[in-house]
């Protein structure tokens, strides 16, 4: 009788991760079919869904910690807090996690041979980030939030990584020039144009009133936008890194 009763929980259960997981899954399928040249492994694409999702765990150790220091040296009422909360502390952290396994599991790795590569690399490692978050908010909150949550924070964490990898990709190809000033500047912008987006995204999320919610609508929409016409930019030029163009 008990487990009878137990199974419409588990099956509500499993219906919740499935909305959390499919967002995820559909998006990397968008990006990784747009690849024209070589297309990536499934076993490195698995090892950076992985490493998105060990990321949560370094990104949430780093915003408890700076997050406690925060509320303890800056007014939680403030402007200030709100800037430094979002931009300073939830952003850098997510976003700089993701870049170090990105960076850790690619940079050397033989596969990243093409200019596009970063992309789906970057977008791979941002959504096994959003897919473990978004399992994380959904089994906690329910199905109205797998909704929400499917059409704004997991394709936003994919736009994020389509930035990321862009840059990345620009690094990589000075890299294999030997331009290590132009790699190392390119790799910066990796992470702090994502942590730009992001930490708007968060900060325009969290104002109340009905302007705000209208100035989210429309950075939401600019932002797929930029990432959707970035993925078919990059897929269209794509070629081997050793015949990359000078940047």
């Known amino acids: ?28 399928v968008k990006v990784y079919k747009a690849d024209k040249i070589e297309r990536e492994s499934p076993y490195l694409i ?3 869904l992985l490493g998105g999702i060990i990321a949560t765990f370094f990104a949430l150790i780093s915003e408890r910690l700076f997050g406690a220091l925060l509320a303890a040296t800056v007014p939680t009422a403030s402007a200030a807090y709100n800037v430094i909360l979002y931009f300073g502390v ?36 941002s959504l096994g980030f959003a897919l473990w978050e978004n399992i994380s908010y959904v089994t906690m909150y329910g199905f109205s939030t797998a909704l929400i949550r499917a059409v704004t924070a997991v394709p936003g964490h994919a736009c994020f990584g389509v930035f990321m990898g862009v840059f990345y990709s620009l690094a990589k190809s000075n890299d294999y020039l030997g331009n290590k ?67």
């Open 90 to 125: 939830v952003a850098i952290s997510e976003e700089l996690a993701k870049f170090v396994l990105l960076k850790k599991r690619t940079w050397n790795n033989g596969e990243f041979n093409c200019l596009y590569d970063g992309v789906v690399y970057a977008t791979a490692v």
């Open 181 to 247: 000033t132009a790699s190392d500047f390119f790799n910066t912008l990796a992470v702090i144009v994502p942590v730009l987006l992001h930490g708007a995204y968060d900060y325009i999320a969290s104002m109340d009133g009905a302007d705000f919610s209208w100035t989210f609508i429309i950075f939401v929409l600019a932002l797929f936008a930029a990432a959707f016409l970035l993925v078919n930019r990059m897929s269209k030029n794509d070629r081997y890194l050793s015949r990359s163009w000078r940047t």
């Open 46 to 48: 698995g090892r950076l």
């Open 1 to 28: 009788m008990f487990f009878w009763m137990m199974s419409p929980i588990l099956t509500y259960r499993w219906i919740l991760i499935v909305a959390a997981v499919f967002p995820a899954i559909f998006l990397l």
